[in-house]
């Protein structure tokens, strides 16, 4: 497809379990975030990628969180131990190179809901 | 602390109705700031980057301009499709690698035919 793809569009599962989101960016761009948002709020920066490696990690709340990007393109973010405050949309976003706009180019998102 | 505020929290106007929304920010070092609109449901979509205090960008209904302290998104004659919640967002001179962004909560507008 032209735009970022996120599966599921939604999850919802219980205390404790682990899930993980997928994000399948648009072709040939390098750079590739993740953000958390909470109703009634503005994006929450989680984690930033540029090409395989995590550039930027410092928006990720503990160690339960946990995200990959193996060969440079789909990405996953992995949540062990869920906690019902972990219930929220998570954004996936990506941009071409340079990049120093930030002009991001957003998914839908990944509702997940921790009972 | 890089911070960004948005007012009003909601704006409710009639179609044609022309106002603005603010974003003030605090930021150690502004690299850019930048507008978003985010419809229900869905993830938010880019509109403008601004760089430099008095720098001005207009798309059709739509225009933002930026001092050294706040931005405006001045919205003239709107209409019902404009209904959305537009975000702010800065990039701050962290003097690293990352090209995170610092969203405002928005601002909630609906426009009335």
Same mark, same amino acid.
């Given at each position: 497809?032209? #735009?970022?793809?996120?599966?599921?569009?939604?999850?919802?599962?219980?205390? #404790?379990?682990?899930?993980? =989101?997928?994000?399948?960016?648009?072709?040939?761009?390098?750079?590739?975030?993740?953000?958390?948002?909470?109703?009634?709020?503005?994006?929450?920066? =989680?984690?930033?990628?540029? #090409?395989?490696?995590?550039?930027?990690?410092?928006?990720?709340?503990?160690?339960?969180?946990?995200?990959?990007?193996?060969?440079?393109?789909?990405?996953? =973010?992995?949540?062990?131990?869920?906690?019902?405050?972990?219930?929220?949309?998570?954004?996936?976003?990506?941009?071409?190179?340079?990049?120093?706009?930030?002009?991001?180019?957003? #998914?839908?998102?990944?509702?997940?809901?921790?009972? | 602390?890089?911070?960004?505020?948005?007012?009003?929290?909601?704006?409710?106007?009639?179609?044609?109705?022309?106002?603005?929304?603010?974003?003030?920010?605090?930021?150690?070092?502004?690299?850019?700031?930048?507008?978003?609109?985010?419809?229900?449901?869905?993830?938010?979509?880019?509109?403008?980057?601004?760089?430099?205090?008095?720098?001005?960008?207009?798309?059709?209904?739509?225009?933002?301009?930026?001092?050294?302290?706040?931005?405006?998104?001045?919205?003239?004659?709107?209409?019902?499709?404009?209904?959305?919640?537009?975000?702010?967002?800065?990039?701050?001179?962290?003097?690293?690698?990352?090209?995170?962004?610092?969203?405002?909560?928005?601002?909630?507008?609906?426009?009335?035919?």
């Amino acid at each position: 497809g032209a #735009g970022v793809s996120q599966t599921p569009s939604n999850k919802v599962t219980e205390k #404790g379990k682990y899930v993980e =989101l997928r994000c399948d960016p648009i072709s040939g761009h390098t750079a590739l975030y993740w953000y958390r948002q909470s109703l009634g709020q503005g994006p929450e920066f =989680l984690i930033y990628f540029q #090409g395989t490696g995590a550039a930027d990690d410092s928006g990720l709340p503990n160690d339960r969180f946990f995200a990959v990007r193996p060969e440079g393109s789909v990405s996953t =973010l992995k949540i062990q131990r869920t906690e019902r405050g972990d219930s929220a949309v998570y954004l996936c976003a990506s941009s071409a190179q340079p990049q120093n706009t930030g002009e991001l180019f957003f #998914g839908e998102g990944s509702r997940l809901t921790v009972l | 602390e890089d911070q960004v505020t948005q007012s009003p929290e909601a704006l409710r106007l009639q179609e044609g109705e022309s106002s603005s929304l603010n974003c003030s920010y605090t930021v150690s070092g502004l690299r850019g700031l930048f507008w978003y609109r985010q419809d229900p449901g869905k993830g938010p979509e880019f509109l403008f980057t601004l760089y430099s205090a008095g720098e001005e960008k207009e798309k059709e209904r739509l225009k933002a301009t930026l001092t050294k302290k706040e931005s405006f998104l001045h919205i003239t004659a709107p209409k019902p499709e404009d209904s959305a919640t537009y975000l702010c967002a800065v990039q701050a001179s962290y003097g690293g690698a990352t090209n995170k962004l610092i969203f405002g909560t928005g601002t909630l507008l609906a426009v009335q035919p």
